[in-house]
T-cell receptor
């Protein structure tokens, strides 16, 4: 079964350092997302991405965050200067064309756990 | 206001019994609802979805009910098994042009007792 894959599964970084989290969405999907989950809390929307540009972003997704689709398969989230409060599980997700036979279900990866120290 | 996850609603049921997990959503414009299961250290796993033009949808051992009048969603799991133990989130989809924006509920921790 196709799945969203993420790397790394866990990263520890120093405060102020840049971090790049990588994702390979499901191959025929057109919409890509990043969500995050602070330990013990609910999953929160960060950003959606379609046709090589951001569709929508939340208040959390400030100027220190950026997303990119550098090639035909990868989708990355960059945090420029990490803060302690960026420690969370970051989930990549993807969904097919809204009008596809698959509907518009969002499928999540297993997450990248980021610890900022 | 929001609930912190440490105070997650919990539900314990005996193996083999049926369970019902409830969720209230906030936006009457939401057109699509999904239940996700999240096991410890893993990503949300799709269970079942329902569109706003439906009241009920059934899957394998799971049923989702939608009451738009009171903005309430429920997930029924029949004949629960130990593997059903997890945190269950409902999510509502805020309509965007093509893309999705899921707003997750706080989650309910379901524990299946042997």
């Amino acid at each position: 079964e196709p799945e969203v894959t993420q790397t790394p599964s866990h990263q520890v970084t120093q405060m102020g350092q840049e971090v790049i989290l990588r994702c390979v969405p499901i191959s025929n999907h057109l919409y890509f997302y990043w969500y995050r989950q602070i330990l013990g809390q609910k999953v929160e929307f960060l950003v959606s991405f379609y046709n090589n540009e951001i569709s929508e972003k939340s208040e959390i997704f400030d100027d220190q965050f950026s997303v990119e689709r550098p090639d035909g398969s990868n989708f990355t989230l960059k945090i420029r200067s990490t803060k302690l409060e960026d420690s969370a599980m970051y989930f990549c997700a993807s969904s097919p064309d809204r009008d596809s036979h698959s509907g518009n279900t969002i499928y999540f990866g297993e997450g990248s756990w980021l610890t900022v120290v | 206001g929001e609930s912190v996850g440490l105070h997650l609603p919990t539900l314990s049921v005996q193996e083999g019994d049926n369970s019902i997990i409830n969720c209230a959503y906030s936006n009457s414009a939401s057109d699509y609802f999904i239940w996700y299961k999240q096991e410890s250290g893993k990503g949300p796993q799709f269970i079942i979805d329902i569109r706003s033009n439906m009241d009920k949808r059934q899957g394998q051992r799971v049923t989702v009910l939608l009451n738009k009048t009171v903005k309430h969603l429920s997930l029924q799991i029949a004949a629960t098994q130990p593997g059903d133990s997890a945190v269950y989130f409902c999510a509502e989809n805020r309509p965007l042009q093509g893309a999705q924006k899921l707003v997750f509920g706080q989650g309910t921790r379901l524990t299946i007792n042997p």
